[in-house]
């Protein structure tokens, strides 16, 4: 009975340590799944704030602003929070006085906010502010946009959130625009990411404020988030552990904290559900372990027995031998007992290899790579799974060691661990292995094997295949990369441009923008560069290239694409690499924003036209016959030709204007400007210089008797 408690107990223990393995490993995948799910959550809210950004930053731009026009702004700004329900719109001075809520009507008379800040006190750690002043004040001081935290407004008395925008002027923060949130708005926000009954999910702002939570959040927004919660977001940007709710309920939660916002987003479930989920997992590893090792004790304690009998037989007859005691056994019968010792051994022995086999049978189909190293780095034993995901059979791995199985660069990988575990230490690592031209991942234990004197004898390979695992990482890593551009403006057409195949998926904003029904697109780059206007394509292909090539971090460029309908609109496209080949740094993928800016540059064009011409008669004025005189002058130099000038003066204009009034002095000169016109070829210039003063040059004549005919049609 001693000998089968000493081969049972070892293996109660083994069996003991590989649940209690097993558990961390499911404890650490509920951990990473939570973390993915925080960080989901994370990433709606920034593009819930982002999409507020561009609003108001978009807002920011209208001529309203500098022409003071605020009446009109303020319709503006009702009508783009049509889809808002519940939200404001608030213009500040840089004094902090508001110019319109539109939560008021225009023209209400409004408060100074920094006036009203001034005279109340510091709010205690554990108090909401009062107002949003603080953060106004910050954008104002910094010109650059701001998300606050949980406060309370004062018209509404209601917890808000805010987002904050400068309006600049030559680099100047000259107005602050700010777009004022319900936590309601955060809250919905929330519920589209929970699904009823998975547990708690909270916003939590930086200050450690609940900005939305689920469930109860009636009971609970506006208050301090738990202390243990809060400790952990200061602790680490992201992280798992073990806490209490606000209902003092035991819980297992994850956060995840913005690098937009500062706001941190966590998710709980509760301790019981956790662990009932995870054993539940475990329950039929255990049950398996639990039948195995009860039939060998079985069979153990069987064989016990059937070997006990004759030797206690043997060991009475060889005790009477030694006193001299005449012992009356016939020859035979003492030949049969040490026969039937050997039938036992033998049988015994028959069931121990079967006992074996069946071990070998479960571990052969058990998911898992299991294998056996020995002090030299020496297979001593692997299953089948092993032999399947390295693609080589047994006797290949059987007695070889492991930089032979392996290969010298895979092996190279692992011998740090492999050091470490003939050191005694149990290692567990996550590697990426180039097997048979494959890729594969695996999550690795290396579990010593010390022998009676606590010497390392070798040690067990535990492993998992996490490949899909990992592939699954990659595709939520790109979809966050693809949602990430998207934050940048609604109307934001994103680009995701796989550079193997040349394939480029286009969002819905793209059609939208070409004229087309809105919906999601794929084309490929020749496509792209044929939609290109003629004279920008050189320019669009430099860009791309010098970000491909590393030289410049980002691919920047304005250029014109043909509409559906055939005019040409300016866009304003944007990107970066986001993939390249490890060994040789090759661009693999590329991933930006298009963003259409024909009205920006009509108004451009427009800017340039009252810059440059007279705005009465269209006719250029002063500064650019200044400089088109000087060109003619370097062209006339460089082909040896001569150009002309011919200056204009109406007699007696003054007259006109006394008499018959300025109305009558203006239909005049754009009489006159149209006759300059119609009189000077395309290549020549024809400008007012200023009240009745007209100048005319003629880039190249031929002879002083062209320019005279020129002037003589004129007149």
Known sequence: MLLVLAATVPLIGATAWIAWDLYHVQRQALGRSMIDTARALTAAADREL?????????????????????????????????????????????????????????????????????????????????????????????GRPNYSDLFVGRMRKQPLVAISVPVLRDGRAVYCLSLALPVKAMQDLLAKQRSAGEGNASLVDRRGFLIARAPMPEKFIGQRAPEGVRKAIAAAPEGFDLGSTLENLRVFFAHTRSDVSGWTAAVGVTEQAA???????????????????????????????????????????????????????????????????????????????????RLHVIMDNMPALIAYVDAQERYRFNNRVYERWLGKPLAQITGREVRWVLGENEYAKVRPQIERAL?????????????????????????????????????????????????????VRESKERLQFALEGSRTAIWDTDLRSGKVFLSAAWQEMLGGASEESHTNIEELKALAHPEDLDAVLQASRECMEGVQPEYTVEHRVRANDGRWIWILSRGRVLERDPSSGRALRMMGSNIDITERKLVEQRMEQLAQHDPLTGLANRSLFNSRVGHAIALARRI??????????????????????????????????????????????????GGAEFAVLLEIVRNEDNASRVAQKIL
């Open 50 to 142: 982002a999409a507020g950004q561009t609003l108001l930053e978009t807002l920011a731009l209208t001529p309203f602003i500098d022409e003071k026009r605020f009446d009109a702004f303020y319709e503006v700004a009702v009508k783009a929070l049509a889809s808002r329900p519940g939200t404001t719109i608030v213009l500040f001075e840089p004094s902090g006085q508001v110019v319109f809520n539109t939560a008021r009507s225009y023209g209400t008379p409004l408060p100074n906010v920094f006036e009203l800040e001034a005279g109340q006190p510091n709010p205690a750690p554990d108090q909401l502010l009062e107002g949003g002043s603080a953060y106004v004040r910050q954008v104002l001081e910094t």
């Open 275 to 357: 662990l009932g989920l995870i054993w539940r997992s475990l329950g039929r590893w255990i049950a398996a372990i639990a039948i195995l090792l009860g039939a060998g004790l079985a069979v153990a304690v069987w064989i016990a027995r059937r070997i006990a009998d004759p030797m206690r037989a043997l060991a009475v007859a060889t005790q009477a031998m030694q006193r001299g005691e005449s012992v009356a056994i016939p020859g035979v019968v003492h030949t049969r007992e040490l026969e039937q010792l050997g039938h036992a051994v033998e049988y015994a022995m028959s069931e121990l290899r079967r006992s074996s086999e």
């Open 423 to 475: 050191r005694g230490a149990q290692v567990t690592f996550q590697l990426e292995y180039r097997l048979g031209g494959e890729r594969r991942h695996a999550q690795t234990t290396y579990l010593p094997d010390f022998d009676a004197q606590g010497k390392v004898c070798g040690f067990y390979v535990l492993a998992e295949d996490i490949g899909s695992l990992v592939q699954a990482h990659k595709e």
């Open 640 to 689: 040896g030709a001569a150009p002309a000038l011919l200056y204009l003066d109406i007699d007696g204009f003054k007259s006109v204007n006394e008499r018959l009034g300025q109305a009558a002095g203006d239909a005049l000169l754009k009489e006159l400007a149209a006759r300059l016109r119609s009189c000077v070829r395309e290549s020549d210039a024809a400008a007012r210089l």
